[in-house]
């Protein structure tokens, strides 16, 4: 959940930075930091709570003219892992010289071993966190050549990190690297930025390079270097960013999660956009790559993913096998990449991700490609590891998803896998005229959920009456019992309420024992056979 920015160019680097932490305060963070660079050497400002605390030391301790000597920083909002939240614990962290600094995401797992061999070699650590041990590592393998120093260090490192590293000594430079935590670089006129998220950059460059795992790259302020960790050099490719500003900003809604409810309409209608042939009553997705033959001889559909995206999946279950009528079974990305599955040539992998960079997710493709298995990815986010690790997939297309509690994501997900299944379908036993009937019934989702959310006012006051409750239960039949899981989950995760989702029928099976007078259960019910 933390978050990284660095820019190097001609420009101001504070109010750049600043900006773009305030775009990645959607992630949610405790504390926040940044490093500048001049000739005199790295400065750095820490403050615990939100960005606007940052802003408010930066104010007090540099005055404007000192501002605009900085044209070089690197700045990190923390969600405590290792340490508590405390600004000695916030990133940036230091070397033993204080001339390297680093901002890290991810989690590296074997700081400790890192940090006992550093203590007997005579370095005094200031914080609590994984991410210093790094930082004192790159420091001790600092021979003149930063790049160099920070490959040594990673090759001793066990587990995930997306990291920018600034060295006083190497002032034209920014070093970033990632496995596992996503980094993507911005490049403009005579200025690079870094970002872990590209709604970072979107105000100052669409032309951006993602890192993939391995990666080591240099930036200045008019040239991208990558290589691998044995100094060959890699190319990546250029993406244009399909986002703007307006995008990634709240358009007069109290916050992003009511702004994202009410654009599902739209982003429900981006995702069935062009993918509809009302004619043929089949689904046109060009980005499954497959044949009508490949598309019969599938066997089997394996749906992998993570909370929301996992139920997204389950939906998806049912209808591959009500429409499409073949066999389908949904996995935890997390489970999938430990067990052993039982898949071949004939299963088709579904990795649904909203982000594309979930990292079960990518472990279960890989676990998948291991088994010789076919691998869609189904994600939102263009360029991310997902999608160019998958080679091949559907976009959902649903525009940056800022809250952190996914909502039209979620919908333009199920929105997608019914339009896999109808093209599965169409390629096995589905007439066309039951076809039609079902890419009319798909193509009428947007006009759906309008119609639900006028009803805006009404659900406000269920909410209302909602609020005073310390616990609900949320049960669904059929689809609708993903469903009811998702809707337990959101609660818990924006009211902190504690909320459960069953399956309808589960519900004599113990957990009634817990309801009590009063207790909301909102029911699922779609279906008049169930009812």
């Given amino acids: ?38 000739a005199q050497g790295l400065t750095t400002f820490k403050a615990v709570g939100k960005v606007a605390r940052l802003v408010e030391k930066l104010r007090g301790d540099l005055s404007p003219e000192k501002h605009e000597g900085y044209t070089v920083g690197i700045a990190h909002t923390r969600w405590a892992t290792h340490g508590a939240p405390t600004e000695t614990n916030a990133h940036p962290h230091f070397d033993q010289s204080r001339k390297i600094c680093v901002v890290h995401n991810g989690i590296i797992e074997n700081y400790r071993d890192i940090r006992k061999k550093l203590q007997e070699l005579g370095h005094k650590f200031d914080s609590d966190t994984d991410t210093e041990a790094l930082s004192r590592l790159i420091g001790f393998h600092y021979k003149g050549d930063l790049r160099a120093a920070v490959v040594l260090a990673l090759q001793q490192v ?49 032309r951006v390079i993602y890192l993939d795992d391995g990666d080591v790259g240099v930036i200045t302020p008019n040239s991208v270097d990558i290589r691998n960790q044995d100094d060959e050099p890699i190319t ?220 805006n006012d009404a659900i406000a006051k269920v909410a209302e009456r909602m609020a005073k409750s310390d616990h609900a239960f949320f049960i669904g039949r059929g689809p609708m019992h993903p469903v009811a899981l998702e809707g337990a989950l959101k609660l818990k995760e924006i009211s902190y309420v504690h909320a459960e989702g069953y399956h309808a029928a589960e519900l004599k099976h113990g957990p009634i024992a817990l309801l009590t007078q009063g207790t909301p259960v909102i029911v699922l019910a779609n279906q008049t056979s169930v009812l």
């Fill in 158 to 206: 066990e587990g995930a990190y997306g990291i920018a590293v600034l060295c006083a000594d190497e002032p034209n430079k920014i070093v970033v690297a990632r496995k596992g935590s996503p980094l993507v670089i911005g490049m403009g006129d005579g200025e690079c930025l870094v970002a872990s998220d590209a709604s970072a950059l979107v105000s100052h460059t669409q």
């Fill in 236 to 455: 990546r490719g250029v993406s244009l960013l399909d986002l703007d500003a307006g995008a990634v900003e709240k358009g007069g809604f109290e916050h992003f999660m009511l702004k994202e409810i009410f654009e599902q309409p739209e982003s429900v209608g981006n995702a069935l956009r062009g993918r509809v042939d009302m004619t043929e009553g089949n689904a046109v997705l060009a980005g499954m790559q497959m044949s009508p033959k490949e598309l019969a001889e599938i066997h089997r559909t394996v749906l992998v993913g993570c909370g929301t995206s996992l139920h997204a999946g389950m939906v998806g279950e049912y209808a591959f096998e009500d429409i499409a009528g073949i066999s389908s079974e949904v996995q935890q990305a997390a489970e999938f990449r430990y067990r052993n599955p039982i898949v071949d040539h004939h299963d088709m992998v579904i990795a649904i991700s909203q982000s594309g960079e979930t990292a079960d997710t990518l472990a279960a493709i890989r676990k998948a490609k291991e088994k010789g298995t076919m691998i869609l990815g189904l994600v939102n986010v263009v360029g991310s590891a997902i999608a160019r690790e998958t080679g091949r997939g559907v976009f959902i297309h649903a525009g940056p998803e800022i809250s952190v509690a996914s909502t039209k994501a979620f919908t333009g997900q199920v929105t997608v896998l019914l339009l896999m299944a109808l093209k599965l379908g169409r390629s096995r036993r589905l007439s066309q005229e039951h076809g039609v009937d079902l890419a009319r019934e798909i193509s009428q989702l947007p006009e759906l959920i309008n119609f639900v959310l006028k009803q």
């Fill in 1 to 38: 959940m933390c978050g990284i920015i660095g820019y190097i160019g001609t420009r101001p680097a504070t109010p750049i930075l600043i900006g773009g932490l305030k775009r990645l305060e959607y992630r949610g963070y405790d504390s926040a930091g940044l490093a500048l660079l001049d």
